[in-house]
């Protein structure tokens, strides 16, 4: 018992040492530079050649986000609609293809569908990054990559006015809270960069809607605020999550706001392609995300995808990943509707939970930072594991958590918002094997669906001895 407490307290005292030196007030700022120049050295990474055996594939997130933007341009399909139906008409050829294995027949029918599922936004965010196609790729991902680095830079200014707005008066403290969260989010932003993701984008938006929220309760701004979440949805429909915290705390306007939003990111791009080509193209997305990734996503959910759905594709469904066999999945092989129905009933487990819980917490009107910040933190997690496909790059959003939860504690003492990304730190100086075991597995899912249950029975019990000390 002596010899744990001894450890125990050598462990805290090196912790303290190590914040002290950290967190000290002249070291903030160099901190945070040598963070964004790590960030900036690993976002050059989508400019380097390609390493791959197979040329088809691409060399980044951003290089899918060019072409498809080329071909917006072109007034082509972003989606290659013409592809996916040589592909329809060419299947049958593909199972002897690899029975023969004749690696120039395959390599030239692989070929042929380059560019299917690389680009899964609405139209919207192709049409917005057109100007850049009017440069080589290398011009426009150097571009691409030091606007998101000035607009990861504006989200902490915002941060720190946010926590102005909240009535926090100490620089420091809010510096340090901003730093901290964005030490403990660096891994999956690192990752966001080095593969020119539009990540940096969405913690923006978020960051700059609470800030929307926070500032005044006017009927207008709040309009407004809402036409933007509405517009930012059609980037992205994970960010729409957000709508339901503005629920809750009764912002009706902004949920008028966000419809008119909608619309208008649906719009926007006809002013270029012409209203019947533009709705041609949204109507195709629709029915590749929402009729086939989203329902059939397991199918191929590769190996970083830290959805639920991926998650169990991976380990219970045959030939979901490429890299099975070498981790012996799966685990117990389930045939392939079974598989659907399970992954269904669990996203609508999460989700049903959710929205009860946001219907509770707006028939009480419950106004706790505590329970807010967790209601946040909650709220992301089921938007991230019930997404599709949710890289580990996806859970950079988490910043907007981990900074309310830094800016109320003096101490890094929960391990609950912590911990995922200590484990992700971890994977990043794992040998490539080794992470590759962990992701296959999904251990970062199920981390985070188990604090999803503990949040889920926090915020039950906390709505439970409200209910009881008002009866």
Same mark, same amino acid.
């Given at each position: 018992?002596?010899?744990?407490?001894?450890?125990?307290?050598?462990?805290?005292?090196?912790?303290?040492?190590?914040?002290?030196?950290?967190?000290?007030?002249?070291?903030?700022?160099?901190?945070?530079?040598?963070?964004?120049?790590?960030?900036?050295?690993?976002?050059?990474?989508?400019?380097?050649?390609?390493?791959?055996?197979?040329?088809?594939?691409?060399?980044?997130?951003?290089?899918?986000?060019?072409?498809?933007?080329?071909?917006?341009?072109?007034?082509?399909?972003?989606?290659?609609?013409?592809?996916?139906?040589?592909?329809?008409?060419?299947?049958?050829?593909?199972?002897?293809?690899?029975?023969?294995?004749?690696?120039q027949k395959l390599y030239?029918?692989?070929?042929?569908?380059?560019?299917?599922?690389?680009?899964?936004?609405?139209?919207?965010?192709?049409?917005?990054?057109?100007?850049?196609?009017?440069?080589?790729?290398?011009?426009?991902?150097?571009?691409?990559?030091?606007?998101?680095?000035?607009?990861?830079?504006?989200?902490?200014?915002?941060?720190?006015?946010?926590?102005?707005?909240?009535?926090?008066?100490?620089?420091?403290?809010?510096?340090?809270?901003?730093?901290?969260?964005?030490?403990?989010?660096?891994?999956?932003? *690192? %990752?966001?960069?080095?593969?020119?993701?539009? &990540?940096? +984008? !969405?913690?923006? /938006? =978020?960051?700059?809607? #609470?800030?929307?929220?926070?500032?005044?309760?006017?009927?207008?701004?709040?309009?407004?605020?809402?036409?933007?979440?509405?517009?930012?949805?059609?980037?992205?429909?994970?960010?729409?999550?957000?709508?339901?915290?503005?629920? *809750? %705390?009764?912002?009706?306007?902004?949920?008028? &706001?966000? +419809? !008119?939003?909608? /619309? =208008?990111?649906?719009? #926007?791009?006809?002013?270029?392609?012409?209203?019947?080509?533009?709705?041609?193209?949204?109507?195709?997305?629709?029915?590749?995300?929402?009729?086939?990734?989203?329902?059939?996503?397991?199918?191929?959910?590769?190996?970083?995808?830290?959805?639920?759905?991926?998650?169990?594709?991976?380990?219970?469904?045959?030939?979901?990943?490429?890299?099975?066999? #070498?981790?012996?999945?799966?685990?117990?092989?389930l045939s392939f509707e079974?598989?659907?129905?399970?992954?269904?009933?669990?996203?609508?487990?999460?989700?049903?939970?959710?929205?009860?819980?946001?219907?509770?917490?707006?028939?009480?009107?419950?106004?706790?930072?505590?329970?807010?910040?967790?209601?946040?933190?909650?709220?992301?997690l089921s938007a991230l594991?019930?997404?599709?496909?949710?890289?580990?790059?996806?859970?950079?959003?988490?910043?907007?958590?981990?900074?309310?939860?830094?800016?109320?504690?003096?101490?890094?003492?929960?391990?609950?918002?912590?911990?995922?990304?200590?484990?992700?730190?971890?994977?990043?100086?794992?040998?490539?094997?080794?992470?590759?075991?962990?992701?296959?597995?999904?251990?970062?899912?199920?981390?985070?669906?188990?604090?999803?249950?503990?949040?889920?029975?926090?915020?039950?019990?906390?709505?439970?001895?409200?209910?009881?000390?008002?009866?």
């Open positions: 018992m002596k010899i744990e407490n001894s450890w125990k307290s050598i462990f805290l005292q090196c912790k303290q040492k190590i914040l002290l030196i950290f967190l000290k007030y002249k070291n903030i700022y160099f901190s945070f530079g040598v963070l964004f120049l790590v960030l900036l050295i690993n976002s050059l990474e989508i400019l380097s050649p390609t390493t791959q055996t197979w040329e088809w594939k691409s060399r980044s997130d951003f290089e899918d986000y060019y072409h498809a933007s080329l071909r917006i341009r072109n007034h082509q399909s972003p989606y290659y609609e013409e592809k996916i139906e040589w592909f329809l008409n060419h299947q049958s050829e593909l199972p002897s293809l690899l029975k023969e294995g004749n690696f030239d029918f692989l070929s042929q569908i380059k560019g299917i599922g690389t680009y899964l936004y609405p139209p919207l965010f192709g049409f917005l990054i057109i100007p850049l196609t009017f440069f080589s790729y290398e011009v426009a991902g150097m571009v691409f990559q030091i606007f998101q680095l000035l607009i990861l830079g504006v989200s902490l200014w915002l941060l720190y006015q946010l926590a102005y707005q909240l009535g926090v008066r100490s620089k420091r403290k809010i510096l340090r809270g901003i730093l901290l969260s964005l030490v403990f989010t660096f891994p999956y932003l *690192i %990752q966001n960069s080095s593969n020119g993701n539009i &990540g940096f +984008f !969405l913690i923006f /938006f =978020l960051v700059l809607t #609470l800030n929307f929220f926070y500032y005044s309760k006017n009927f207008t701004l709040d309009f407004v605020l809402g036409v933007f979440v509405g517009f930012t949805m059609m980037i992205k429909i994970i960010t729409g999550f957000i709508v339901l915290f503005f629920f *809750i %705390q009764r912002r009706y306007s902004v949920l008028l &706001g966000t +419809f !008119l939003g909608i /619309f =208008l990111a649906i719009f #926007l791009p006809s002013l270029y392609l012409g209203w019947e080509k533009n709705w041609e193209f949204f109507r195709f997305w629709y029915e590749l995300i929402m009729g086939t990734y989203q329902e059939f996503g397991f199918v191929r959910p590769y190996t970083n995808n830290q959805s639920l759905s991926g998650a169990l594709g991976k380990l219970f469904l045959t030939f979901a990943d490429f890299k099975q066999h #070498l981790y012996g999945l799966p685990l117990v092989p079974t598989i659907k129905v399970l992954i269904t009933s669990l996203n609508s487990f999460v989700l049903g939970v959710l929205l009860v819980l946001s219907f509770a917490f707006w028939i009480f009107s419950f106004k706790d930072q505590n329970l807010t910040l967790y209601y946040l933190y909650f709220l992301f594991l019930t997404s599709g496909i949710s890289w580990y790059h996806t859970f950079g959003i988490l910043i907007v958590a981990y900074f309310f939860y830094f800016l109320k504690h003096d101490e890094i003492h929960h391990g609950l918002f912590v911990f995922p990304s200590i484990f992700v730190w971890i994977l990043m100086f794992l040998p490539y094997g080794v992470r590759d075991f962990f992701s296959i597995y999904s251990f970062f899912t199920w981390i985070n669906f188990g604090i999803w249950i503990f949040l889920a029975f926090k915020l039950f019990g906390s709505i439970t001895f409200v209910v009881k000390n008002q009866t």
